[in-house]
């Protein structure tokens, strides 16, 4: 009952920056975990940003001092600002969510498996 919509994926040089977007709709609450992954040609997807109830939030080490994750609970919307961009960030970025019974939610989880609700994705290419 619940979409993701992700936007802003696009090529860009490397150092550059890009701002992603994912719009949540229908049975969905700000409450829930939410959580970026991306998925490059040849590898697995790998979470990349996650964000709880709380706003904590938790980053792989391959993007932490580069990428930040925030949301406007207001209008059920994601981000994912990513700067000094190198072409190993190269992939299908994805937008994720879990419900937990739609509860509350302090899980910053980086396991695919622990997420319901997943967006199509929103390619970035980063070149030298």
């Known amino acids: 009952q619940v979409q993701l919509v992700e936007s802003g994926g696009g090529s860009v040089e490397a150092g550059g920056s890009l701002r992603l977007t994912c719009v949540a709709s229908?049975?969905?609450?700000?409450?829930?975990?939410m959580a970026w992954f991306r998925q490059a040609p040849g590898k697995e997807r790998e979470a990349i940003a996650v964000i709880d109830s709380a706003d904590k939030t938790n980053y792989a080490d391959s993007v932490q001092g580069r990428f930040t994750v925030s949301k406007d609970k207001a209008k059920n919307t994601l981000f994912l600002q990513m700067g000094s961009l190198k072409p190993e960030d190269t992939a299908m970025y994805y937008c994720?969510?879990?419900?937990?019974?739609?509860?509350?939610?302090?899980?910053?989880?980086?396991?695919?498996?622990?997420?319901?609700?997943w967006g199509q994705g929103t390619q970035v290419t980063a070149s030298s």
């Open positions: 229908g049975d969905f609450y700000s409450r829930y975990c």
């Open positions: 994720a969510a879990r419900s937990d019974g739609g509860g509350y939610c302090y899980n910053l989880s980086f396991q695919e498996s622990d997420y319901t609700y």
